[in-house]
């Protein structure tokens, strides 16, 4: 990480969730839209894995916060769904699918009118393998156009896309209703997204689709800055998780660094919720 550290400022390490990048700097007072006792959060890609680990911590956590949550297919998202019914009054289970940009207008609307406002998003779909579509590369010759351009399209294109849509929400939120300043916009990111620290080489298409989705977010964050949003963005690293994106990847994970997803998404949410607005240096 190295590089990276050269780079952003405020940078604060934990073990094994070590991508804290504080990116935005100066607090302005928020609109005067509707704010929300505890909250509102948006999860992007929450049907399973990490990202329904963080709707259940979001909503068990915090009494009064409102939670959205995202998935391509409704139906299939059984553990949205017995989320739903435990906490039916404070969540909401949209259809968004990253690589169509009408659905995230859809979900842009729907929040608009529900609640005015947003205080944390969380960006965290992605893909690593797709049985007979996508494997990660061991070997140049094995690269292809469309997994280059898959890969892209969902790990830094899609994230970009939402938060764009949900900018003006996150701009009327800002802090309130939480114990923060400011909005928060996390991305999930990836160790391997980093230049500086890749020594093993492979796997082309991820590698690169996270190091783009770390270059995009550092560019929004800096006109967050320019414009004085109260917006902190952030990429954070979760470590190796067991999750089915991991999972045909674990062989060589020694068993201290694997985590469980309930314990990375616990100490992703301490440091989301330990965010601060800093000065971005122009370099």
Known sequence: MQSLSRVFLHI???????????LRSFASTASSALKWEGGVSMVQGASRGIGLEFVKQLLEKNAKGH????????????????????????????LLDVTIETTIEESAKFITERYGS?????????????????????????????????????????????IKHMWPLLKAGGGFG??????????????????GDNRLGGWHSYRASKAALNQLTKTMSVEFARKKDPVACILLHPGTVDTDLSRPFQRNVP??????????????LNIINNTKLCLVAVL
Do not use: W
């Open 118 to 162: 947003l205080n944390l998003l969380i960006n965290a779909s992605g893909i690593l393998s797709i049985p007979s579509v996508l494997q990660p590369e061991t070997t140049l010759r094995k690269v292809q156009k469309s997994s280059l351009m898959l890969a892209y399209e969902v790990n830094a294109v899609g994230p970009i896309l939402v």
């Open 178 to 195: 939480t114990e923060r300043d400011v909005a928060v916009v996390a991305n999930l990111s990836a160790r391997v997204g980093s230049i």
């Open 12 to 22: 604060r390490s934990y073990p094994a969730f070590n991508m804290r990048m504080g």
């Open 255 to 268: 068993a201290n660094k694997l985590f469980t997803k309930e314990l990375s998404v616990k100490k992703l």
């Open 67 to 94: 939670v959205i949550a995202t998935c391509r297919n409704y139906t299939a998202a059984t553990g949205l769904l017995e989320l739903k019914n435990q906490f039916a009054e404070r969540l909401n289970i949209l």
